[in-house]
């Protein structure tokens, strides 16, 4: 009897990892907070479908005050080679970055936070430095906590911004895209450890 029942709960056991999982979450570790591990995404009337990269929390000040958290996103399937954060600013394929504010700051201090990273990260911002001001024009009052900023971007469509459940406009030029990437993912990002953790789930 006690033989039948280890063998049964061997099967059982095989059964449980071999077949295929549903689609799950993943949890941001600080705060608990989740994220699916799969997302669709509608482009030209078709849906598309991207997998997690990883998620983070940005904290500031020796205190580690927690400013917000973020997932990032890829189409699935794609391969990212070397370095993988720069693979993934450089790659030209569906992608998208979540943020979720956990505390309120300044119109300045957002726009800030993107710009003095980016600078950074390029010598020159020519190439896309109208498209930067058009971006910074979308934050037209101060950011407030449980703000959720979505930037989408579609091959062929360009980069989406949402603040809020509203799109706030569309920047065709990928080198501004790529630009933004830099700020989670460039050679000189926001933070390290934020940049491992936002791949971690590669």
């Known amino acids: 009897?006690?033989?039948?029942?280890?063998?049964?709960?061997?099967?059982?056991?095989?059964?449980?990892?071999?077949?295929?999982?549903?689609?799950?979450?993943?949890?941001?570790?600080?705060?608990?907070?989740?994220?699916?591990?799969?997302?669709?995404?509608?482009?030209?009337?078709?849906?598309?479908?991207?997998?997690?990269?990883?998620?983070?929390?940005?904290?500031?000040?020796f205190m580690k005050v927690d400013v917000y958290t973020i997932v990032s996103?890829?189409?699935?399937?794609?391969?990212?080679?070397?370095?993988?954060?720069?693979?993934?600013?450089?790659?030209?394929a569906p992608k998208q970055l979540r943020m979720d504010l956990r505390r309120g700051f300044s119109r300045e201090k957002l726009v800030n936070s993107f710009k003095e990273v980016i600078e950074k990260n390029y010598d020159d911002l020519a190439p896309f430095a109208a498209d930067m001001e058009t971006f910074f024009g979308y934050f037209t009052k101060d950011a407030e906590e449980n703000d959720i900023l979505i930037f989408t971007y579609?091959?062929?469509v360009g980069l989406t911004t949402n603040l809020n459940g509203e799109d706030k406009g569309v920047i065709a030029n990928f080198e501004f895209t790529q630009a933004l990437w830099t700020v989670w993912f460039g050679e000189k990002p926001a933070n390290g450890g934020l940049k491992k953790a936002l791949l971690s789930a590669l």
Do not use: C, N, W
């Not at 033989?3 to 049964?8: A, G, H, P």
């Open 154 to 156: 579609l091959p062929g």
């Open 1 to 61: 009897m006690a033989r039948s029942l280890r063998t049964i709960s061997l099967i059982a056991f095989v059964l449980l990892v071999t077949l295929p999982r549903t689609a799950g979450a993943i949890v941001e570790k600080k705060t608990k907070t989740e994220y699916p591990d799969q997302i669709t995404i509608q482009a030209g009337g078709q849906d598309l479908e991207l997998t997690v990269t990883g998620v983070g929390l940005r904290e500031k000040t």
């Open 73 to 92: 996103y890829v189409a699935a399937g794609e391969k990212l080679d070397g370095d993988k954060g720069l693979s993934l600013v450089a790659l030209d």
